[in-house]
T-cell receptor
Framework: GENVEQHPSTLSVQEGDSAVIKCTYS??????FPWYKQELGKRPQLIID?????GEKKDQRIAVTLNKTAKHFSLHITETQPEDSAVYFCAASRAGNTPLVFGKGTRLSVIA | DTAVSQTPKYLVTQMGNDKSIKCEQN?????MYWYKQDSKKFLKIMFSYNNKELIINETVPNRFSPKSPDKAHLNLHINSLELGDSAVYFCASSQDRRGLSYEQYFGPGTRLTVT
């Protein structure tokens, strides 16, 4: 089955700096890669996703890149703000309504 | 309106009891899921279910059983609760469109504590 590795497990950055979180996956059939943000005590919420036919996607301060050959994808957050502090999860799944396989999460702390 | 709702939000119970968690989605989605988030925040799929197929994660004990009275509901029933079942349980739903995966919407979670 699919296995998703996520690094780092914790990340501290100064406000205004960039943050990068990296994930690798094992199943070459996976073609959907979402990123979820989870604030303390809240539900995971989708912040951006990418499909395997796209190499990069950007939404304001957030971008995701995908290298299908190397089976890795990354989340980039620029101009970080204190409200970006949360746990971020990468995930992977195959086509259709298949369950997400999550990475173990990255706790991001943005220091004002 | 809440897209995916769960009840109860908190559930404290003793070992050996049987309990249920309810989930409802009003998005018209055709697939629903149960995920377990343990104390280390690891999120793992337990079940996925649509009107055609139930997929069970092989690591889930058979004390756990999903029950779907209709397309909008997927309840989770747990028999003979154990201390290790303490976790946050999230329900989610998604819609398959032409074989492509789309966003899974999560419910607010149910924090289960077994004493």
């Amino acid at each position: 089955g699919e296995n998703v590795e996520q690094h780092p497990s914790t990340l501290s950055v100064q406000e205004g700096d960039s943050a990068v979180i990296k994930c690798t996956y094992s199943d070459s059939a996976s073609n959907y890669f979402p990123w979820y943000k989870q604030e303390l005590g809240k539900r995971p919420q989708l912040i951006i996703d990418i499909r395997s036919n796209v190499g990069e996607k950007k939404d304001q301060r957030i971008a995701v890149t995908l290298n299908k050959t190397a089976k890795h994808f990354s989340l980039h957050i620029t101009e970080t703000q204190p409200e970006d502090s949360a746990v971020y999860f990468c995930a992977a799944s195959r086509a259709g309504n298949t369950p997400l396989v999550f990475g173990k999460g990255t706790r991001l702390s943005v220091i004002a | 309106d809440t897209a995916v709702s769960q009840t109860p939000k908190y559930l404290v119970t003793q070992m050996g009891n049987d309990k249920s968690i309810k989930c409802e989605q009003n998005l018209g989605h055709d697939t629903m899921y149960w995920y377990k988030q343990d104390s280390k925040k690891f999120l793992k799929i337990m079940f996925s279910y649509n009107n055609k197929e139930l997929i069970i994660n092989e690591t889930v004990p058979n004390r756990f059983s999903p029950k779907s009275p209709d397309k909008a509901h997927l309840n989770l029933h747990i028999n003979s609760l154990e201390l290790g079942d303490s976790a946050v349980y999230f329900c989610a739903s998604s819609q398959d469109r032409r074989g492509l995966s789309y966003e899974q919407y999560f419910g607010p979670g149910t924090r289960l504590t077994v004493t």
